[in-house]
Antibody, heavy 118, light 107 residues
Framework: EVQLVESGGGLVQPGRSLKLSCAAS????????MAWVRQAPKKGLEWVAT????????YYPDSVKGRFTISRDNAKSSLYLQMNSLKSEDTATYYC???????????WGQGVMVTVSS | DIQMTQSPASLSASLEEIVTITCQAS??????LAWYQQKPGKSPQLLIY???SLADGVPSRFSGSRSGTQYSLKISRLQVEDIGIYYC?????????FGGGTKLELK
């Protein structure tokens, strides 16, 4: 059974940093692209970052480019999201997702809440 | 960026009714379209990929279709467990974008 478990969320002040983690199990982690997708309170879904199987390629939307960094450790079956210079508009539930490129985000974690507020 | 315009934003339907949600892409995305269901308080779940292919474990009352750059999700006989918010997503190119969502409620 595919499982994705996020951790590391919480309350953080604007301008500060936070690092999210996602522990994967139930599939060969190194064979899949992985992604982060977020959902602001009462809002829709927004893709945040994607990383290739080896970690050599990363993709970001303009809204987080230069502030967020996605990374992975295939030996630990773990995905990470380093978030710097956080803004109030980054407040959201962040989901870790397995991504089949050009197909879909086929499995999602339960999500972790990040609140950016003074 | 590819814009995905989903309609309606909300929908009220009766049990056993046929429900259709549509998604319009701002440019050609081929069959690179996925649909997700998000039940209240839960994570999104994949329903359909490749515009028409059912994800594992998804009931056959769900189906997807395409006409040019317009995509549709159909629920053939609405059940209580189908209540939630539905999103389309283009998987053609980054930045991967979602529709605004359709909130489906019981009448």
């Amino acid at each position: 059974e595919v499982q994705l478990v996020e951790s590391g969320g919480g309350l953080v002040q604007p301008g500060r940093s936070l690092k999210l983690s996602c522990a994967a199990s139930g599939f060969t982690f190194s064979n899949y692209y992985m992604a982060w997708v977020r959902q602001a309170p009462k809002k829709g879904l927004e893709w945040v970052a994607t990383i290739s199987t080896s970690g050599s390629r990363t993709y970001y939307p303009d809204s987080v480019k230069g502030r967020f960094t996605i990374s992975r450790d295939n030996a630990k079956s773990s995905l990470y999201l380093q978030m710097n210079s956080l803004k109030s508009e980054d407040t959201a539930t962040y989901y870790c997702a397995r991504q089949r490129l050009w197909v879909s985000f086929d499995y999602w974690g339960q999500g972790v809440m990040v609140t950016v507020s003074s | 960026d590819i814009q995905m315009t989903q309609s309606p934003a909300s929908l009220s339907a009766s049990l056993e009714e046929i429900v259709t949600i549509t998604c319009q892409a701002s440019q050609d995305i081929g069959n690179w379209l996925a649909w997700y269901q998000q039940k209240p308080g839960k994570s999104p779940q994949l329903l359909i990929y490749g515009a028409t292919s059912l994800a594992d474990g998804v009931p056959s009352r769900f189906s997807g279709s395409r006409s040019g750059t317009q995509y549709s999700l159909k629920i053939s006989r609405l059940q209580v467990e189908d209540i939630g918010i539905y999103y389309c997503q283009q998987a053609s190119s980054a930045p991967w974008t979602f529709g605004g969502g359709t909130k489906l409620e019981l009448k």
